[in-house]
């Protein structure tokens, strides 16, 4: 790892992050339109750097993985709980983080509870860098959430990353295990979720984001969309990306057949039970021999 070249990457994708976190801050209001505030924050994100995956606004009980279609007509409401996970990345290095806002301003126990695993578990990783046991950084998120009285949710975790790919395999549970394997060298992303709900989530019915996973088609709409998603080197990619120009029942039934074909594959909405609330703070870290660096290194 040329680890000055990875730093100069992560520090131009986290002022790409810094800055659509600013964003998003002054866009995320009631009666905002979800599109024309999701396109703001991508479009602000390409004046630095790349979008790693597209703008998650997860909403109330939806914990991870919602972005808009390119004909939605939705508002944000009132009392919305809402996590902005933002994705950025230089020549494929990414920083991953993501924050949660309470428009009704009545949530900031839940949002705390997030907030606080996150702190209390880069804390822990500053302090111990390479040595940082898998099985003990579950444990501090998972103690903190539950001490303000709400569930981490389950089955969903931090994870490694690896230039132009998000998920590379070691994943960082957000509850105690007996696993004390060390996390070693690496970029991870931490990301604990707190929740009212149950403490688990289910895959639901929409889906906005889509990964390419190799091959072609015969049909002259799926090729097209095709050769957009190539365009991410193998990252998420939204309905909004590909396709310009398709109609939208043509672009739908295209998606559908590349599905079929194993050529994309589904990132569903994620989501607790209905009624529920869940919140998500999330940073990204490079662990290095010498040096823990945070990002982005700004107070949540």
């Known amino acids: 790892m040329n680890k000055e070249n990875v730093l100069t990457n992560l520090k131009i994708a986290e002022k790409g992050w810094i800055e659509a976190r600013k964003l998003a801050l002054k866009l995320v209001k009631p009666d905002a339109y979800i599109l024309d505030v999701t396109e703001q924050i991508e ?5 630095y750097c790349d979008c790693a995956f597209p703008l998650n606004i997860s909403v109330n009980n939806q914990a991870a993985h919602y972005t808009p279609l390119s004909d939605c007509i939705e508002k944000i409401e009132r009392e919305d709980v809402i996590k902005i996970d933002v994705g950025t990345h230089s020549n ?3 920083v991953d983080a993501a924050f949660t806002i309470d428009l009704k301003g009545d949530q900031q126990k839940l949002l705390d509870a997030s907030k606080n ?5 880069v804390k822990y990783v500053r302090e111990n860098g390479v040595e940082t046991e898998y099985g003990k950084l579950g444990e501090i998120i998972e103690k903190e959430i539950i001490k303000l009285g709400f569930k981490p949710i389950y089955n969903l975790t ?3 990353m690896m230039p132009y790919e998000i998920h590379a395999g070691q994943s960082i549970l957000n509850y105690l295990t007996e696993n004390k394997k060390k996390l070693g ?10 929740t009212n709900g149950t403490g688990y989530v289910h895959d639901g019915n929409f889906c906005g984001i889509y990964f390419y996973m190799g091959g072609n088609s015969r049909n002259l709409n799926a090729r097209k969309i095709i050769e957009d998603a190539k365009k991410t080197n193998g990252l998420p990619f939204a309905e909004r990306w590909v396709g310009k120009g398709i109609k939208p029942f043509a672009k739908k039934l295209a998606l559908q057949q590349l599905i079929k074909e194993k050529v994309i594959r589904k990132a569903s909405v994620l989501q607790d039970i209905q009624g529920s609330l869940v919140s998500q703070h999330e940073k990204t870290v490079l662990i290095t021999k010498e040096k823990v660096y945070v990002f982005p290194d700004i107070e949540f």
């Open 43 to 47: 479009t602000k994100i390409k004046e």
């Open 92 to 94: 494929g290095y990414i």
């Open 117 to 121: 695993a996150l702190n209390a578990a």
């Open 158 to 160: 931090g994870h490694s």
């Open 185 to 194: 060298e690496g970029l991870f992303a931490i990301e604990p979720f707190a």
